[in-house]
């Protein structure tokens, strides 16, 4: 009898879990990725604001998966998948055939139809994207240091973080205390500390996910830092000026919501972050099946694509409810739905039914700059230095290999008793779009 042989699209936290629940069973695995790398994307930022170097947050998959023989690794952008053929379309007109797949290729940027945003408002969801960010953002502290205009100095150390989940308030309060302390005795001509720092956010909370307290909280932490927390914020243009932003309808008020007007007001700013919105990988499109509204396949409850038993998804690309809520794009999510979505293969390969998955909720996190956090974890509400170090100690213990994690704790550690960065450092071309 042929062993199956599963194919997983997508190295992340979703296939990586799928190719783990697949160590030692009867298959022959395929993963599938455009990087070699796997990314802790939860620190992601923390790259993005100099706290951390890319090879203390990545490890090449092939390293990571190295002792489980039944295995392969291949380095290829995946075009299309043909569920009928049951085959993986690849570079240069090349196909992979399978008799399982896993589809766990993340969430990409989505700018809500204003795509030409993007060459000004860059997002985060790579390491490459982190590096670019944080290229843009010491270099606009460097420019203004050499530019004699009050008023284009003061619109180069003016900074603005579209989104208020997890990832913008996170980049703001790192972006905060990288003014307010890193650089602050760095340069001659400038003051740092007066750099202006706004977070525009379209609900009338920052971190929606969170409960109330826990959101008034990381308000008022990104406050003490200085930064301009403005909620119910549209953004509704960005340019090479910066962002027009105007008031978010009230509920119920019957206002329009879309298009600049009179109530729109401008920020100046060299620098705009977008931490706003995600679109599932296009790759969903091929599959043949209805999409919701932000590209991801809707799943049955045992994780396989409607219609195709054989083909799984899991993570951002998957669209599951339970208890009457969608579950969150994060990591824990991913990672249960992958390993899910294999045990479902081995139960299908031993003529088994599939069983629906079960999300199990550990909690969340955010960081907001040194000594401050907020957490949900198991039912418990936490906050401040306490949270802080509990958010440092979880993601230590998620990090993968025992180098990343003795580098990034001592990273951390450095900077919190001396409050500087030692990654500062500007790479590739200087001239930003």
């Excluded at 953002?137 to 579209?162: G, H, N, S, Y």
């Excluded at 799984?312 to 979505?341: K, N, R, S, T």
Aim: with cysteine; glycine share 10%.
């Amino acid at each position: 009898m042929a062993v199956p042989n599963v194919v997983i699209v997508g190295g992340g936290f979703g296939g990586l879990d799928a190719a783990r629940a697949l160590a030692g069973a009867p298959v022959r695995v395929t993963l599938l990725d455009r990087h070699n790398h796997h990314v802790f994307q939860p620190l992601l930022y923390q790259v993005a604001t100099a706290s951390l170097s890319p090879g203390d947050i990545a490890s090449p998959i092939r390293w990571i998966l190295r002792r489980q023989q039944n295995v392969e690794v291949l380095l290829a952008n995946v075009h299309a998948i043909d569920p009928v053929a049951k085959r993986v379309e690849i570079d240069a007109g090349d196909a992979i055939a399978y008799e399982y797949l896993i589809v766990a290729t993340g969430a990409t940027h989505s700018y809500f139809g204003h795509d030409d945003w993007a060459a000004r408002a860059p997002g985060l969801k790579t390491l490459d994207d982190a590096l670019a960010m944080r290229r843009r953002m010491l270099m606009a502290f460097e420019a203004a240091e050499r530019e004699p205009d009050p008023a284009k100095q003061k619109r180069l150390l003016t900074f603005v973080i579209v989104g208020g989940g997890p990832t913008g308030v996170e980049l703001a309060g790192a972006l905060a205390e990288i003014a307010r302390q890193s650089l602050r005795q760095d340069f001659r001509r400038i003051h740092p500390e007066s750099a202006r720092i706004v977070l525009l956010e379209g609900s009338p909370h920052v971190l929606v996910n969170f409960h109330d307290p826990l959101r008034d909280a990381a308000r008022h932490a990104l406050e003490r830092l200085g930064v301009e927390v403005r909620t119910g914020s549209i953004v509704t243009q960005v340019d090479a000026d910066g962002v027009l932003w105007r008031p978010a309808p009230r509920p119920g008020s019957g206002e329009a919501s879309a298009g600049p007007d009179a109530s729109a007001e401008r920020i100046s700013a060299d620098t705009v972050l977008w931490a706003a919105g995600v679109a599932a990988s296009p790759i969903a499109k091929s599959l043949g099946v209805r999409l919701d509204r932000i590209g991801r396949v809707p799943a049955e409850p045992t994780l396989a694509v409607p219609g195709h038993p054989e083909i799984f998804v899991a993570g951002d690309i998957c669209a599951l409810e339970q208890d009457g809520a969608w579950l969150p794009g994060v990591a824990q999510v991913a990672m249960q739905e992958g390993a899910h979505a294999a045990r479902n293969i081995l139960r299908a390969i031993g003529g088994n039914p599939l069983a629906p998955f079960r999300y199990r909720d550990y909690g969340i996190m955010a960081t907001i700059g040194r000594g401050s956090a907020v957490g949900e974890i198991f039912g418990l509400k936490i906050s401040g230095f306490f949270a802080w170090l509990f958010w440092i100690f979880l993601h230590i213990f998620w990090l993968i290999g025992f180098r990343n994690r003795f580098v990034v704790m001592t990273e951390w550690a450095w900077a919190y008793v001396t409050y500087q960065r030692r990654v500062r450092l500007i790479t590739g071309d200087r001239a930003e779009g």
